[in-house]
């Protein structure tokens, strides 16, 4: 289930299943976005992007939901293995130059 | 992607003093970020670095304390200035790799502790 910790909200799923992180974007107008895996004393590392004119976009293992109607996204994470626990992080790109506000961030624990 | 390396990758520094992080790049980029991220939380942009001009800083951050240099497309520093303990976080350079999709890579970080 989902907790607020500390300072980050903590999902946690069984190896093998399937996780939904989500996230709220703050600016209407943000026209692109990106989902990042950031795993302990590292930086992030792109996973997957989506334009505002997409709804939908798949990658390997990965999947990203986009809905502009109430400013949310998801990263869908099948068959969730112990690689992917990490920290997860949306950014938008709110629409002039390069400008990305990113999210609070989302910690998947992935249990054996 | 690109290969994004910064120097150091930690520290540990005295109050007052400064420390200047180096970020480098095995391409030549026209947009280099340095962004903080304070323990526990998300990332936040400090500035834009351009070679060949001013380093562009967002509301809260500024010039004197986060003295930056861009001297050509494969390289940047970050100076942190007369340290305090609040300025003990993980500190990220990332690149737009000009291929016009508005990707930003980022480097390991460098993770800095002020005592």
């Known amino acids: 289930g989902e907790s607020v910790g500390l300072h980050l909200p903590t999902l946690s799923v069984q190896e093998g299943d399937n996780s939904i992180i989500n996230c709220a974007y703050s600016?209407?107008?943000?026209?692109?976005f990106i989902w990042y895996k950031q795993e302990s004393g590292k930086g992030p590392q792109f996973i997957i992007d989506?334009?505002?004119?997409?709804d939908k976009r798949q990658g390997q293992r990965v999947t990203v939901l986009l809905n502009k109607t109430v400013k949310h996204l998801s990263l869908q994470i099948a068959a969730t293995q112990p690689g992917d626990s990490a920290v997860y992080f949306c950014a938008e790109n709110i629409g002039y130059g390069q400008n990305f506000v990113f999210g609070p961030g989302t910690r998947l624990s992935v249990l054996p | 992607s690109a290969v994004i390396s910064q120097k150091p990758s930690r520290d540990i520094c005295q109050r007052g003093t400064s420390l200047t992080i180096q970020c480098q790049v095995d391409s030549q980029v026209t947009m280099m970020f340095w962004y903080r991220q304070q323990p526990g939380q998300s990332l936040t942009l400090i500035a834009t670095a351009n070679q060949g001009s001013e380093a562009t800083y967002e509301s809260g951050f500024v010039i004197d304390k986060f003295p930056i240099s861009r001297p050509n497309l494969t390289f940047s520093t970050l100076t942190v200035s007369n340290m305090s303990p609040e300025d003990s976080s993980i500190y990220l350079c990332?690149?737009?790799?000009?291929?016009?999709?508005?990707?930003?890579?980022f480097g390991s970080g460098t993770q800095l502790s002020v005592l």
């Open positions: 600016n209407s107008a943000s026209d692109y």
């Open positions: 990332s690149v737009d790799l000009d291929r016009g999709d508005e990707k930003l890579f």
């Open positions: 989506i334009r505002s004119n997409m």
